[in-house]
């Protein structure tokens, strides 16, 4: 745990000396500084003040140009994008169609984490230095929100350091490119060391302007509750955004402070392997329980979200049923409807399917990225152990659960998904649907594989009917909640904190935007 000593010599060895300071911090640290390598939400929301996409979100989540000035769609498999002139990377070099058709073959790369992106893009021509086109493989309902998180790095910069391909995380690889950025947006990241702090400059020659004037941004990582918010409270942080829920009433308290707070597009989740016909480190060797949908049932009906929400959540979550939360297009308040918890019921559906005497099973849980992350797993902890299914719970930062997740090592463990395209079908293809070589089940670590919802995902990817495809995303919704292929908990309601004189715009997604911040 770090003291409040060693947090302000962090923020001394910063260099904080500027007028417009922003001094932030959260439990997560980020994974890496590649654009193309991890798709987590923390790592992509600090790329995000580098990097840009040929489109972008407005304050309430629309699309708008960015790097890209103008779309027309010349067929239904074809789009055509006008690129902005006079951009800028960070070193001076201009931006370009080049820059474009590097970087969609790039996140493409096996190795990364990110192809969700790029999904149903068959190929990028380059038209002229400022216009490119898309060459779909079918009409793409979502293209445009995709291409906001389809980040456009320097080619000139990633061949001259030897980062042409993107970082490959679960081989632990270390790149120049994970350790540096060079892309076109309104902060410079000057410097990232890891668990302890990422500073960055206001780009001085950023094609449009800040409505904000933050001058300089340093993001902290810190993990305690108890030291983050005493930092918040002593005035060495202007913002906090992950508030411990026992917390937010003294914070709100504070004439100093004020807190703003709004639900979030992260559903947090149990994710099961119910692929292998074995669970590793369990005590029932030769079959998978989880396999059984009573099973899954059951581990579903023994936890109280109630209880959740009550006593660790202090009412900052919304009890889940299903894999999305209400700020995504495709969810319906008649589809998340929670059932009660029912140890009995719980009980004889596990008598049902043999497993009366219950059985051991490893959890696998992060300790520093979600809302009480380790405390929630202790609690369900409990919660299993009245239908006799022991957990026997591992906790971890998350970089280290996220790779072993990657690498299949964890067949039962804590998850949480947030919506990045406020669309459905995000979820459905990234983590439901059966994993494949290319996009489709790019985040499915589960072995999970439903040929019904498969159908609907293909479906959804090339409907432009609004009607049918709304239908199409409710119906695999559907589906995922019946079938008890993830047990939903809640979702996140995220308030923030911060000193009076700081105005930034609530987000969704989590991710402040210090473009659009004030200092005073």
Same mark, same amino acid.
């Given at each position: 745990?770090?003291?409040?000593?060693?947090?302000?010599?962090?923020?001394?060895?910063?260099?904080?000396?500027?007028?417009?300071?922003?001094?932030?911090?959260?439990?997560?640290?980020?994974?890496?500084?590649?654009?193309?390598?991890?798709?987590?939400?923390?790592?992509?929301?600090?790329?995000?003040?580098?990097?840009?996409?040929?489109?972008?979100?407005?304050?309430?989540?629309?699309?708008?140009?960015?790097?890209?000035?103008?779309?027309?769609?010349?067929?239904?498999?074809?789009?055509?994008?006008?690129?902005?002139?006079?951009?800028?990377?960070?070193?001076?070099?201009?931006?370009?169609?080049?820059?474009?058709?590097?970087?969609?073959?790039?996140?493409?790369?096996?190795?990364?984490?990110?192809?969700?992106?790029?999904?149903?893009?068959?190929?990028?021509?380059?038209?002229?230095?400022?216009?490119?086109?898309?060459?779909?493989?079918?009409?793409?309902?979502?293209?445009?929100?995709?291409?906001?998180?389809?980040?456009?790095?320097?080619?000139?910069?990633?061949?001259?350091?030897?980062?042409?391909?993107?970082?490959?995380?679960?081989?632990?690889?270390?790149?120049?490119?994970?350790?540096?950025?060079?892309?076109?947006?309104?902060?410079?990241?000057?410097?990232?060391?890891?668990?302890?702090?990422?500073?960055?400059?206001?780009?001085?020659?950023?094609?449009?302007?800040?409505?904000?004037?933050?001058?300089?941004?340093?993001?902290?990582?810190?993990?305690?509750?108890?030291?983050?918010?005493?930092?918040?409270?002593?005035?060495?942080?202007?913002?906090?955004?992950?508030?411990?829920?026992?917390?937010?009433?003294?914070?709100?308290?504070?004439?100093?402070?004020?807190?703003?707070?709004?639900?979030?597009?992260?559903?947090?989740?149990?994710?099961?392997?119910?692929?292998?016909?074995?669970?590793?480190?369990?005590?029932?060797?030769?079959?998978?329980?989880?396999?059984?949908?009573?099973?899954?049932?059951?581990?579903?009906?023994?936890? *109280?979200?109630?209880?959740? @929400?009550? +006593?660790?959540?202090? %009412?900052?979550?919304?009890?889940?049923? &299903?894999?999305? $939360?209400? #700020?995504?297009?495709?969810?319906?308040?008649?589809?998340?409807?929670?059932?009660?918890?029912?140890?009995?019921?719980?009980?004889?559906?596990?008598?049902?399917?043999?497993?009366?005497?219950?059985?051991?099973?490893?959890?696998?849980?992060?300790?520093?990225?979600?809302?009480?992350?380790?405390?929630?797993?202790?609690?369900?902890?409990?919660?299993?152990?009245?239908?006799?299914?022991?957990?026997?719970?591992?906790?971890?930062?998350?970089?280290?659960?996220?790779?072993?997740?990657?690498?299949?090592?964890?067949?039962?463990?804590?998850?949480?998904?947030?919506?990045?395209?406020?669309?459905?079908?995000?979820?459905?293809? *990234?983590?439901?649907?059966? @994993?494949? +070589?290319?996009?489709? %089940?790019?985040?499915?670590?589960?072995? &999970?594989?439903? $040929?019904? #919802?498969?159908?609907?995902?293909?479906?959804?990817?090339?409907?432009?009917?609004?009607?049918?495809?709304?239908?199409?995303?409710?119906?695999?919704?559907?589906?995922?909640?019946?079938?008890?292929?993830?047990?939903?908990?809640?979702?996140?309601?995220?308030?923030?904190?911060?000193?009076?004189?700081?105005?930034?715009?609530?987000?969704?997604?989590?991710?402040?935007?210090?473009?659009?911040?004030?200092?005073?």
């Amino acid at each position: 745990m770090k003291t409040l000593t060693t947090f302000a010599a962090l923020l001394l060895a910063a260099g904080i000396v500027t007028a417009n300071p922003l001094r932030w911090a959260a439990q997560n640290d980020i994974q890496t500084l590649d654009p193309h390598s991890q798709n987590h939400s923390a790592t992509t929301t600090i790329q995000g003040y580098a990097y840009e996409g040929l489109t972008r979100y407005t304050e309430k989540f629309e699309v708008e140009p960015a790097l890209a000035t103008k779309w027309t769609m010349v067929t239904p498999s074809l789009v055509r994008f006008e690129l902005r002139k006079g951009v800028k990377f960070h070193d001076g070099s201009p931006f370009t169609a080049d820059d474009v058709l590097f970087s969609l073959q790039r996140i493409k790369h096996p190795a990364s984490n990110m192809i969700i992106y790029a999904s149903g893009i068959k190929e990028v021509k380059k038209v002229d230095s400022h216009t490119v086109d898309f060459v779909l493989d079918g009409p793409n309902p979502v293209l445009t929100r995709n291409l906001t998180y389809v980040r456009i790095i320097s080619k000139a910069w990633a061949m001259k350091n030897r980062s042409e391909n993107p970082q490959d995380f679960k081989a632990k690889e270390d790149t120049y490119a994970s350790r540096n950025a060079m892309g076109t947006g309104p902060f410079k990241i000057t410097s990232w060391t890891p668990d302890q702090k990422v500073t960055m400059v206001a780009n001085k020659d950023w094609w449009d302007k800040p409505t904000g004037n933050v001058s300089e941004v340093t993001y902290l990582p810190i993990k305690s509750d108890a030291t983050r918010v005493a930092a918040l409270l002593s005035g060495a942080l202007d913002l906090l955004t992950d508030l411990p829920p026992q917390d937010v009433a003294k914070l709100k308290a504070d004439p100093r402070l004020k807190v703003i707070e709004g639900p979030e597009n992260r559903t947090i989740f149990f994710a099961l392997d119910i692929g292998s016909d074995e669970i590793k480190g369990a005590s029932v060797k030769g079959k998978n329980p989880f396999k059984d949908k009573r099973v899954r049932e059951a581990l579903s009906l023994a936890i *109280d979200r109630e209880a959740i @929400k009550r +006593s660790l959540m202090r %009412g900052l979550s919304i009890p889940a049923a &299903v894999m999305v $939360a209400p #700020v995504a297009y495709g969810w319906s308040a008649d589809l998340d409807v929670v059932a009660k918890p029912d140890v009995a019921r719980a009980k004889q559906l596990m008598t049902e399917a043999g497993y009366a005497e219950g059985f051991e099973v490893p959890l696998a849980c992060p300790n520093d990225r979600y809302v009480n992350d380790e405390e929630i797993c202790q609690a369900v902890v409990s919660m299993w152990a009245r239908i006799g299914v022991k957990a026997k719970l591992q906790t971890q930062p998350m970089t280290q659960h996220s790779v072993a997740l990657q690498r299949f090592d964890l067949p039962l463990y804590m998850y949480g998904w947030g919506v990045t395209t406020f669309d459905a079908q995000y979820t459905l293809q *990234d983590i439901v649907h059966t @994993k494949t +070589s290319g996009a489709d %089940g790019k985040g499915n670590y589960s072995r &999970v594989s439903d $040929a019904k #919802v498969d159908a609907l995902v293909q479906q959804m990817k090339v409907e432009t009917d609004a009607t049918k495809r709304l239908a199409q995303m409710q119906e695999a919704l559907k589906r995922t909640r019946d079938e008890f292929l993830f047990i939903p908990i809640h979702h996140q309601v995220r308030p923030w904190a911060m000193k009076a004189g700081v105005t930034i715009p609530h987000s969704a997604n989590d991710a402040p935007q210090a473009r659009w911040a004030t200092v005073k």
